[in-house]
């Protein structure tokens, strides 16, 4: 399995694709890793260099009790691969991570895609009552150091989301996003602490130049819908997208849609 050292953590990632061809990172969300992409990568691996990785605290990657930059750790796979620069596809906090590398190191990203996912630093947003009540049960079982408890719970929260139920989804969904979040439950007792971009990006993505895909599930927690509709308002080159009947993790609810909607963006902007 393939594993890059870097200071204070060894990243597993996995590559689809020649090596010459345009380059897309795929950063996946935080309650799945890297596997998350499954559906999408040997469509997207015809005509691009597909290079995914699990985040510190996700999946494969194994790290010690350390900061560290997210931004970094991109970075630094894509120098071991040789790759100069990407269009960078984020879920959740994936897309976080790639707003802030494409102000941070602006000439390693060629595109943007975002799903559900905002800039580091955006305002709190008020929740709804459903949302507060699911947020209260993850707060008891993060104080319980109950880890598999809080991966169903934040299942519930953010891939079925506060108006659905699991009974109104595909139990294959319900099963796949359950075992993504158990997956981590394995690095439960690492303490990675991420280093924030400084300044944060809310107030800058207007620097953004590169075309962007801006996409959340309507069915998306209130923040991520509030996102939605900031980035797209303010980022000088983006496209919108919602995907219907999806919460959080629309690549994964309905990946044959996504995939659509993807490869159409990739080509209609020369990615």
């Not at 559906?39 to 597909?50: D, F, K, M, S």
């Not at 359950?178 to 303490?191: G, I, K, P, Y």
């Amino acid at each position: 399995m393939p594993h890059l050292d870097v200071p204070g953590a060894a990243l597993y990632y996995e590559t689809a694709g020649h090596v010459s061809a345009p380059a897309l990172v795929l950063l996946h969300s935080p309650i799945a890793h890297l596997r998350m992409w499954d559906p999408q990568v040997a469509a997207l691996a015809a005509h691009h260099y597909v290079i995914r990785f699990d985040a510190r605290g996700f999946g494969k990657t194994v790290s010690e009790d350390v900061q560290f930059s997210n931004r970094a750790d991109t970075l630094d796979l894509l120098d071991h691969l040789g790759v100069e620069s990407a269009t960078l596809i984020g879920s959740g906090r994936g897309a976080t991570i790639a707003l802030d590398i494409a102000l941070e190191s602006p000439h390693r990203v060629t595109g943007i895609v975002s799903i559900g996912g905002g800039p580091s630093g955006f305002p709190e947003i008020p929740l709804s009552a459903a949302e507060d009540a699911l947020l209260d049960s993850l707060d008891e079982a993060f104080t319980t150091n109950d880890a598999e408890r809080l991966a169903r719970l934040e299942v519930a929260l953010w891939a079925v989301g506060p108006l659905r139920t699991e009974q109104d989804l595909d139990s294959d969904f319900v099963r796949t996003a359950t075992d993504f979040a158990l997956d981590n439950v394995a690095r439960a007792a690492e303490r990675p602490v991420p280093l924030p971009l400084d300044p944060p990006a809310a107030d800058r993505v207007v620097e953004i130049a590169v075309p962007a895909l801006i996409s959340v599930g309507e069915y998306d927690l209130t923040p991520a819908l509030a996102e939605y509709e900031f980035l797209l308002e303010i980022m000088p080159n983006a496209s919108g997208c919602t995907f219907r009947d999806a919460a959080h993790l629309p690549s994964v609810e309905h990946p044959a849609e996504f995939q659509r909607v993807l490869v159409s963006w990739l080509a209609r902007n020369g990615l």
